[in-house]
């Protein structure tokens, strides 16, 4: 693997799931730079937008195990994480592996499920591990959780637990599509096409395992000037300051920006990181670790507003 090769290999998935998935495009290269980064990713929006769609079709393209978890009311932490049985054969207790042990794991609706059961996925997440029964159990890597939820507004969801949400590097927003796409997507229907039977869309398989792994090294490659760190770290340091903020970013939003935006600068086939590429991901990283005054949320002010205002705040870096 070299590193010219990741544009290549970044614009072969995105055209194979936008076979399917019309439209979008922020939220499938999204998805594909926090894949090649090993960055896990919480996308927000109304039921119907093809979230779920979305991750059916990247496991499609990306041959890796994959598993999907529905989450509701009466979801467990054990079935996540799975659970130690006796064997009465054996006369010993044995692990039962939950659907964390994969390589993409789905958690749909994950606001569905009391903050118990979300916050299973903290060590997981973190440290790709599970403990149970004082035993600790590597999962195999690569590994990234893709979570979806609906607005927290809606009726029957729970907000999640800060400390998972920061576990997240980035935070996608879906928006209902644009008229033209939408009658693209009609198109599919029209056609004999259902993305519910994907082998409607002649999709081929780009990447495996092995091959992800191989990009999240190569991408190491990629020269961040030491005039960019300083420059995620104004942006970090004016977040947190910033008048209407009053929780700013962890040290980890910091070191996630570093990371994706080696893996954005590969996927756009350079091998160094420019103030343009943290500009773009700033708000992916960004909106969802930052916590407004309440004073400001009652004015209208959202995450993403005051983003773009500490961006221009924040005087970027001359090449």
Request: proline letters at 7%.
């Amino acid at each position: 693997m070299e590193l010219s090769d990741v544009k290549r290999l970044f614009d072969d998935v995105v055209e194979q799931i936008g076979k399917v998935v019309i439209g979008q495009v922020e939220l499938v290269e999204g998805v594909v730079i926090a894949l090649f980064a090993e960055g896990s990713v919480l996308i927000e929006g109304p039921p119907g937008l093809g979230k779920t769609l979305l991750v059916n079709v990247m496991s499609k393209t990306v041959s890796c195990q994959f598993r999907r978890v529905q989450f509701t009311p009466d979801l467990m932490p054990s079935d996540l994480t799975g659970h130690s049985i006796y064997d009465m054969k054996q006369q010993a207790f044995s692990f039962n592996q939950g659907p964390v042990f994969t390589n993409i794991l789905l958690t749909d609706e994950i606001n569905r499920s009391p903050p118990k059961t979300q916050s299973a996925l903290l060590e997981v997440m973190q440290e790709q591990q599970v403990s149970v029964d004082g035993k600790t159990h590597v999962l195999q890597r690569p590994f990234l959780v893709i979570a979806t939820q609906n607005p927290i507004e809606h009726e029957g969801t729970y907000p999640l637990p800060e400390a998972q949400v920061d576990r997240f590097m980035f935070k996608l927003l879906v928006d209902y599509p644009a008229p033209a796409d939408e009658v693209d997507i009609l198109g599919h229907y029209a056609s004999g096409k259902d993305p519910r039977r994907l082998s409607d869309f002649d999709l081929r398989p780009v990447l495996g395992s092995e091959d992800v792994l191989a990009i999240q090294n190569v991408v190491k490659q990629v020269i961040v000037e030491p005039k960019i760190l300083k420059y995620i770290v104004d942006i970090l340091d004016a977040s947190r300051k910033w008048g209407s903020v009053t929780v700013g970013p962890s040290p980890r939003a910091g070191v996630n920006m570093l990371l994706a935006a080696r893996t954005l600068a590969a996927s756009r086939g350079r091998d160094f990181v420019t103030p343009d590429d943290v500009k773009e991901l700033a708000p992916w990283i960004l909106r969802h670790r930052l916590r407004l005054r309440p004073e400001a949320e009652l004015e209208g002010g959202t995450p993403d507003e005051t983003i773009r205002a500490i961006l221009e705040s924040v005087e970027a870096p001359k090449s």
